[in-house]
């Protein structure tokens, strides 16, 4: 979420240590020996777009739900000249991507910072960046549960099949009454996507309204789930389709406001009750990119006063 | 112990005729037909009901089986359209395409009699066997349905066949589970022939009619003649037996048991 | 004509008793047959080894496809098994309650055999389970209710219907008339007498009630203790009984 901040960063100490590498542990925490393991889950992900990879998950020195799957995936891809960028909900300043920013300062010593476009790693829950990312970018995804299946169908064993056989009419099920009981599909976070035409996967509970930039996106993606001990892998410029039928095609969230701090009408708005009178304000989900968009806004207007006087 | 149709006995009879290419007007040979039921409940007695019955039906025949009560005529019948299964002997119908021309109903897979069934083979049984709910436009049509036919045809036909019957019009679409006995047996011959098959077994067609409509089914077994069915036939009534036969055989009880009831 | 299904010396057995044992026959495409017998003959047993949902011991099994193909069922593998359930066959369960997925309505349970081979437009879909509906003399305004609120005969209409959207080749039925009433029974045979003819189904009905052969088959396998002791047509096995047990089968019938 993006609070509407206090803590303007100045240019310099956008990217900055926050603290030095503390000693007594192995780089980014993990030993090698389980860095090689997850490595090869990813690799073995990468190859099979969409499949859920099992791997062997740690205990982390916070409790599972709390992201220590995306955790793990980061730290057996980052290496000591990466740039490191960590959100939760769109927000660089909430507990979770503050304290898991530091985690990584402190056991790698590793650059971090608040902008999209200088970070090489971004690891993120629950929303994907505003700003397009690039070849040289990589995406990691907290997963909470990575079946998309799962409530449908909850035999294990069942799923593994269903998923080995393609076998889906389950999700189609699924829609099918959504249609019938709302009138439209009603899931709005989480929405299901077919990954390189094959798999049926959840993309982790980012809003419908993100699913779009999985799409043939420039970056590689890495979802990493701790609890539940499956990591899957988006390839750059991977097919990733939401699943919809032909008359009720897939649509993305919408609204009439903009954001209250930077005026943008494309990016995903978080909406606060500011007082106790029910007063609602509009606010960009992702804070870098409000915060770019309201350095642009000042630029330009210091340069048209500038001229102006 | 295994009993299945296409058992053992058959195999005396694979040996096959050739009088199915001789004789093209050929449609039906029963050569020796015996037939003894074997009543395990009782302590496993036999009964025998046909001691070697043989017969030749050609086209446009009517053959009248005639014979005391228990000489087996329906027995015969059910053993020709393989209701019941010969005990000995051989059953063949004339089987366009199969080899040899014919098809030996003693011994055949269940499939095959299906096929005659439906294409060659009629039946005009005693009682109607009712289905609950069905119309009896519906009965009547089902066996052109089954054929292929289109069901709105189907039923046309049927609605001229029960007409010509005297079934009144407002009993078609009504189940014939409350019909008087004469109605009923009217339905059965209905849909007996109404696909106009080439081998035609009616057992007492006429037995609950009146002379007005035994003179209607008469009229219709004639026409199945002219159109060149071979018909087996059993009619108590000795006038509906004039009209239709061409040839009569006569059947006699066994001699070595007296049956107990009329296996029929 | 090739049969549709062909089974020879088909054995399945429970530590080395009960269950099937030698079991052969042939089945042709719009044939209808009923496999007859009591408790613990293996009927059940039978239906579920020749349906793939138990491995058979022994014996030889092969089904030829929509595509003219003769597959070997036993050598079978997984995806393609549950590839020929869901396309070329079908399967009514005993209680409906098993055939049925519960939790989602009328409509999504007709529409999922659909869905689940690339079904893709949401009014075709519910267009093609409302005329199914009517077809299985549903109406077709309940379409969107649970399964729950049907009652128990319309419920086991209803998993006809799922089982039959696809246009199957081969449907399984276990007792598909037990536990219904008299009336309601009537009305579900009825029905499934209609549809095998019209859509030229071959059918293999587990029962153990012989008016229910008599009504719906074209032929009759009669089991006793784990084989078939007897079979052929129906009229002929229920008009003419030749094994002891099936002549007392048939004198076990009440009369109506």
């Given amino acids: 979420m993006n609070a509407p901040d206090t803590l303007r960063t100045t240019a310099a100490e956008v990217a900055s240590h926050e603290t030095q590498a503390v000693s007594g542990y192995n780089f980014a925490y993990l030993d090698e020996q389980t860095k090689r393991m997850l490595r090869r889950a990813l690799l073995k992900a990468v190859a099979v777009p969409g499949y859920q990879v099992p791997f062997a998950s740690r205990e982390m020195p916070l409790p599972y739900g709390w992201g220590t799957g995306g955790i793990q995936v980061t730290a057996a891809i980052i290496g000591a000249k990466d740039t490191l960028k960590v959100i939760d909900q769109g927000s660089d300043d909430t507990t979770n991507a503050v304290n898991i920013r530091r985690f990584f300062a402190r056991t790698t010593g590793v650059a971090t910072t608040r902008r999209t476009s200088e970070a090489s790693i971004v690891q993120t829950r629950h929303r994907i960046p505003e700003s397009p990312l690039t070849d040289k970018q990589i995406l990691v995804y907290q997963v909470p549960m990575p079946e998309p299946l799962f409530r449908l169908e909850p035999r294990v064993a069942e799923c593994k099949k269903l998923h080995a056989l393609a076998d889906y009419g389950l ?139 | 112990m295994t009993f299945t149709s296409s058992s053992a006995l058959a195999q005396g009879a694979q040996r096959g005729t050739h009088a199915f290419i001789e004789r093209p007007a050929l449609m039906l040979r029963a050569e020796d037909v015996r037939k003894t039921f074997t009543l395990h409940g009782q302590g496993g007695i036999g009964i025998e ?216 | 004509m090739t049969p549709l299904l062909s089974a020879r010396a088909l054995t399945k057995q429970y530590g080395g008793r009960n269950g099937c044992r030698d079991v052969s026959f042939d089945l042709y495409p719009g044939e209808v047959l009923c496999i007859v017998g009591e408790s613990g003959s293996g009927k059940t047993t ?52 098993d055939g049925l997925r519960a939790g989602v309505s009328a409509g999504a349970n007709i529409g999922e055999p659909l869905m689940a081979v690339g079904a893709r437009h949401y009014g075709q879909i519910r267009h093609t389970a409302q005329q199914w509906m009517q077809r299985v003399e549903l109406d077709a305004m309940r379409i969107d209710e649970l399964p729950s609120a049907f009652s128990g005969g319309m419920q086991q209409r209803l998993q006809i219907a799922r089982n039959l959207v696809t246009g199957p080749r081969l449907v399984f039925m276990d007792e598909p008339t037990a536990g219904l009433d008299v009336s309601v029974q009537a009305r579900l045979l009825d029905l499934l007498r209609t549809l095998t003819t019209t859509l030229h189904l071959s059918v293999l009905i587990v029962t153990h009630d012989i008016g229910v052969a008599r009504l719906l088959a074209h032929r009759l396998m009669v089991m006793q203790g784990g084989t078939v002791v007897e079979s052929g047509l129906t009229d002929q096995v229920l008009d003419d009984p030749q094994h002891p047990y099936t002549q007392t089968l048939v004198a076990s019938v009440l009369p109506v």
């Fill in chain 3, 46 to 97: 039978l239906l579920n080894t020749l349906a793939l949902r138990t491995e058979a011991d022994s014996g030889a099994l092969h089904y030829t496809g929509a595509n003219g193909e003769t597959l070997d069922l036993r050598t079978l593998s997984e995806p393609r098994r549950r590839l020929l359930a869901r396309t070329e066959w079908g399967f009514v369960q005993q209680n409906p309650r």
């Fill in chain 1, 171 to 309: 999700i189609s099920v699924k829609l099918y009454e959504d249609i019938v009981q709302h009138g439209s599909i009603a899931t709005t976070y989480d929405y299901p996507v077919t990954v390189n035409g094959r798999y049926l996967t959840s993309p982790s509970p980012i809003p419908k309204f993100d699913n779009p930039k999985l799409h043939m996106n420039a970056a590689l993606q890495l979802f990493g789930a701790g609890r539940e001990r499956r990591i899957y892998a988006m390839p750059p410029y991977t097919p990733v389709k939401s699943l919809d039928f032909d008359d009720h095609p897939f649509e993305v969230e919408r609204w009439d406001e903009c954001c209250a701090l930077c005026g943008s009408r494309e990016s995903f708005l978080d909406e606060m009750i500011v007082d106790d009178s029910g007063k609602r304000m509009f606010v960009c989900s992702d804070s870098d990119y409000c915060h770019e968009r309201r350095e642009d806004i000042d630029a330009r207007a210091t340069n048209e006063s500038g001229e102006n006087a």
């Fill in chain 2, 49 to 264: 009901a046909l001691a070697g019955v043989s017969l030749d039906v050609e086209r446009g025949e009517c053959i009248v089986l005639v014979g005391p009560s228990g000489a087996g005529k329906s027995t015969f019948l059910r053993c020709l359209y393989g209701n019941y299964l010969a005990s000995g002997g051989s059953i063949a119908i004339r089987d366009e395409g199969a080899p040899l021309e014919h098809l030996e109903i003693t011994g055949a897979a269940p499939h095959d009699i299906l096929r005659l069934r439906r294409n060659v083979v009629g039946y005009v049984s005693q009682f109607l066997r009712v289905i609950p709910r069905v119309s009896a436009l519906d009965i009547v049509a089902a066996p052109l349905v089954s054929r292929g036919v289109e069901e709105d045809e189907a039923r046309e036909r049927a609605q001229t066949l029960l007409a010509r019957l005297n079934v009144p019009r407002r009993l078609w679409p009504l189940a014939p589970a409350t019909f008087s006995g004469g109605e009923q047996q009217r339905v059965n011959i209905a849909r007996g022939l109404i696909a106009q098959h080439r081998v035609l077994l009616l057992d007492e067609p006429t037995a609950s009619l009146d002379a007005e409509n035994r003179e209607v089914v008469a009229s219709l077994i004639g026409e199945a003649r002219e159109r060149g069915a071979a018909i087996v036939g059993v009619f108590h009534d000795e006038d509906t037996r004039v009209r239709v036969a061409t040839r009569v055989l006569e059947l006699t009880a066994p001699r070595t048991q007296t049956p107990l009831t009329a296996a029929a």
